[in-house]
């Protein structure tokens, strides 16, 4: 008996057949792609091989089945002493193994990885490395290899630190620094500063960079537009600013510079641009102020002193060759009245000589003690500012004024300066305040105002105290030498407003008690400006 024959329906048959044959002959996804870009499948292998990055390839448990060149060149380990180790042969324990975690935990989720670890090359040396693993999947989706790619970023990373560390250095200078600083941007606000502005900025009522701004660049807002565009020099300037928390009024010296930042962003790679930048520095010059007007006030106050000291003598000497003159001329008359009347007896004879001996002697002293009387120093002709003289005498008189309890009034406006002996003019003034101080005594009301104003073409200063005054028949009389009311005077030889004429006479003015004045008494001293002032 034959087999039977199988009966089959042909033409299905043969559709499966096809369908299958379809199947077996259907191209992978690969050989899809190579058809596509037309490039022969070597190429992908020479490129990899080729690539100046480290490549390999390894299968689901990382043992490496494929390294390219640039993998030895950075490991130092050629293919086959690395082929089926595992990556880890790269591994340093330096690299923390929540790095590694993170690595796999990408992995099994079928995720790429990027980062950065510590690796160690086949000569032991380390090396930081930017790897990025990625998954292979077959068509199933199944992870059949991984693909690692890493190159050595060692150099970089180290200029990173070290721009990092620079950056951390200049900070701190900055912090540490005993000066403001803050880098204004083109808005005018503050795009960086430091630790001391900050603290300033915190207790200072209103906005401290544009304060800073203006002090240096002027209000208008286009100004700073148009100096920043220019980057146009600023001059350096002086500030008073008032500070809250108990810090008070600080002098600050405040510098301006401009500075261009280069654009670190891609689209400036190939055109220079970048942000520019007005940093001002300020620094606190509130106490070396106030140690070089100390150091002012008390040169001045050592010059006024020798000055009064010689004057003192001057005056001591002078008033000493007055008196002496007095009784020598009395007896000189006598003398004369005796010779003319031939009053000689011979018993008088000797008394006579003798008192013509004692003339002679006398006036030869008197000769010798008049060119002995000390000259003060000229002081040279120059530019006097009397506001700023003003000042300075009320500074030289802090202290009494101070210890007196005097209550003091100023008032002093703008006057252009004039030709004259500021120095002489100084003392005038100290001598004037000193006055006043004097006359008040111990008096309940003690005050003293100074004002000083141009009046046409004069500059007019007055000072008056609240003190007893200056009765009107002696208006005149007390600018004469050697007139003195005070039994206790400081002024020994009353020649203080003596010398306050003879000053203001130098510099061809006037000095005057004001007759209208009722509170007390008020000297007006009033010096002429010269020509274009
Ligand atoms: P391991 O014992 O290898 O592993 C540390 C941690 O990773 C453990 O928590 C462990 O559970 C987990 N882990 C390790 N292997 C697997 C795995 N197959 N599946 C799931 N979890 C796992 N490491 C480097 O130091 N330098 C490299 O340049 C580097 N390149 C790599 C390139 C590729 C393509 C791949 C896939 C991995 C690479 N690795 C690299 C990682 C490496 O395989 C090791 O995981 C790593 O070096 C830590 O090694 P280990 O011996 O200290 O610890």
């Not at 403001?180 to 430091?194: D, H, P, Q, T």
């Not at 005050?447 to 009107?472: H, L, M, N, Q, W």
Request: hydrophobic share 40%; glycine share 6%.
């Amino acid at each position: 008996m034959s087999a039977p024959k199988p009966t089959t329906n042909q033409p299905a048959v043969d559709e499966a057949r096809s369908a299958v044959a379809q199947v077996r002959n259907r191209p992978t996804y690969e050989e899809r792609a190579l058809e596509r870009f037309g490039l022969p499948p070597e190429l992908y292998f020479k490129a990899v091989e080729q690539a100046p990055v480290a490549i390999s390839i390894t299968d689901p448990r990382a043992n490496i089945l494929y390294a390219n060149r640039a993998f030895s060149l950075v490991t130092g380990f050629s293919f086959e002493e690395v082929q089926h180790h595992n990556e880890s042969v790269l591994s340093d324990r330096r690299t923390p193994s929540i790095v590694y975690e993170s690595l796999w935990s990408s992995l099994l989720r079928q995720r790429p990885w990027t980062g950065r670890l510590v690796n160690r090359r086949r000569d032991g040396t380390r090396y930081l490395a930017e790897l990025t693993v990625a998954p292979v999947l077959d068509e199933s989706r199944t992870t059949i290899h991984y693909l690692g790619m890493h190159r050595d970023v060692t150099e970089e990373h180290m200029l990173e630190q070290a721009v990092q560390n620079q950056r951390a250095l200049i900070d701190s200078l900055l912090d540490c620094a005993p000066m403001w600083f803050a880098a204004i941007e083109g808005s005018g606000g503050v795009a960086l500063s430091n630790a001391p502005f900050r603290d300033a900025a915190s207790v200072f009522d209103g906005d401290l960079g544009r304060t800073l701004l203006i002090a240096l660049c002027g209000d208008a807002e286009e100004r700073f537009a148009d100096l920043r565009e220019a980057r146009a020099p600023v001059p350096d300037r002086e500030l008073e600013i008032e500070l809250g928390g108990g810090v008070g009024v600080r002098r600050v010296s405040l510098v301006g510079r401009w500075l261009d930042e280069n654009d670190s962003s891609a689209d400036a790679f190939f055109r220079s641009g970048g942000q520019r930048y007005f940093l001002i520095f300020g620094t606190d010059v509130t106490s070396l102020r106030e140690q070089e007007s100390q150091v002012r006030t008390n040169a001045m106050r050592a010059l006024i002193a020798e000055e009064e000291r010689v004057q003192e003598l001057q005056e001591i000497l002078n008033a000493a060759v007055f008196r002496f003159q007095l009784p020598i001329n009395l007896l000189s008359t006598a003398l004369r009245s005796a010779e003319r009347h031939g009053y000689e007896p011979l018993a008088h004879k000797t008394l006579v000589e003798a008192v013509r001996q004692a003339v002679r002697e006398g006036r030869e002293l008197l000769e010798r003690l008049g060119e002995s009387v000390p000259e003060v120093p000229d002081t040279p002709v120059e530019e006097a500012s009397i506001p700023q003289l003003l000042r300075e005498v009320l500074q030289l008189s802090t202290h009494r004024l101070m210890a007196e309890d005097i209550v003091v009034d100023v008032a002093i406006g703008d006057i252009p300066a004039l030709r004259g002996k500021p120095g002489r003019l100084r003392a005038l003034f100290k001598e004037l305040i000193d006055n006043a101080i004097d006359a008040m005594g111990s008096g309940t009301e003690r005050a003293i105002v100074v004002k000083a104003s141009v009046e046409g073409r004069t500059a007019v200063v007055s000072i008056a105290d609240t003190g007893p005054g200056i009765p009107e028949a002696l208006h005149y009389k007390v600018f004469e030498p050697l007139f003195s009311r005070s039994k206790n005077k400081r002024d020994g030889a009353g020649m203080g407003l003596t010398r306050v004429q003879n000053i203001v006479s130098e510099h061809s003015g006037t000095v005057y008690v004001d007759s209208n004045y009722r509170d007390g008494c008020r000297m007006v001293v009033e010096l002429p400006l010269q020509e274009g002032q």
